[in-house]
């Protein structure tokens, strides 16, 4: 749920951003188009799964390029990767987010 709400605020900042920008205002309707495009790519990727443990993540997915130290209680931990972010609560994977700049990297790679 979170994550769907996620990727819907994403696409919606990202197409308002392409659409107000002078420099795009000519390919304003294709620009959309490709960036919902490489949304959609992105959201299709195999992330970390929600009950994973860190040892199962870092298995499968490699090292992280970071690792954040827990916050709060329960404790919450991310790992960073270059393309996402997986969250821990205690040991457990909770959410797994795409970063923004990855999706528009892509869609800018593409041009």
Not at 104 to 111: F, H, S
Request: neutral net charge; aromatic residues 8%.
């Amino acid at each position: 749920m979170i994550k769907h709400f996620c990727i819907l605020f994403l696409i919606a900042l990202l197409t308002a951003g392409l659409a107000a920008s002078p420099a795009h205002a000519d390919r304003a309707g294709s620009g959309d188009v490709l960036l919902i495009e490489k949304v959609r790519e992105r959201m299709t990727r195999e992330l970390p799964t929600n009950g994973l443990t860190m040892t199962e993540v870092e298995q499968r997915f490699g090292a992280p390029l970071e690792r954040r130290d827990a916050v709060g209680d329960p404790p919450i931990t991310r790992w960073i990767y270059p393309d996402y972010s997986v969250f821990f609560e205690h040991r457990l994977v909770i959410e797994s987010v795409l970063h923004h700049e990855a999706v528009i990297r892509g869609a800018r790679a593409e041009r």
